[in-house]
């Protein structure tokens, strides 16, 4: 299966972007499926995932400002990033834990100003 993230950008902290990741082709709701981060200079880390398009999981650093969420018919997965900081800043990747292996997007670069 391949991933395509876009909606990346530039914004000034405090605003907003919408991340989609549309998949080739149908995921199973049961699969998690997440978003990760990495800044540069750092190693890539979790910020959500969900499954079933119930409890959906944060890291603390996005608790309360990130929303995932996925439409299951249109085989896409969001991240709702409100209130931004520029700590937000990174290249973001989505990810399918399927149970032949895990799939990753090739990344949007998402920039946040202060």
């Known amino acids: 299966v391949q991933l395509q993230a876009s909606g990346g950008g530039l914004v000034q902290a405090g605003g907003s972007l919408r991340l989609s990741c549309a998949a080739s082709?149908?995921?199973?709701?049961?699969?998690?499926m997440g978003w990760y981060r990495q800044a540069p200079g750092k190693q890539r880390e979790f910020v959500a995932s969900?499954?079933?398009?119930?409890?959906?999981n944060y890291a603390d650093s996005v608790q309360g400002r990130f929303t995932i969420s996925r439409d299951n018919a249109k085989n896409t997965l969001y991240l709702q990033m409100n209130s931004l900081k520029p700590d937000d800043t990174g290249v973001y990747y989505c990810?399918?834990?399927?149970?032949?292996?895990?799939?990753w997007g090739q990344g949007t670069q998402v920039t946040v100003s202060s």
């Open positions: 990810k399918a834990n399927l149970p032949s292996e895990n799939y």
């Open positions: 082709r149908t995921i199973h709701s049961s699969v998690v």
């Open positions: 969900i499954r079933s398009g119930r409890d959906p």
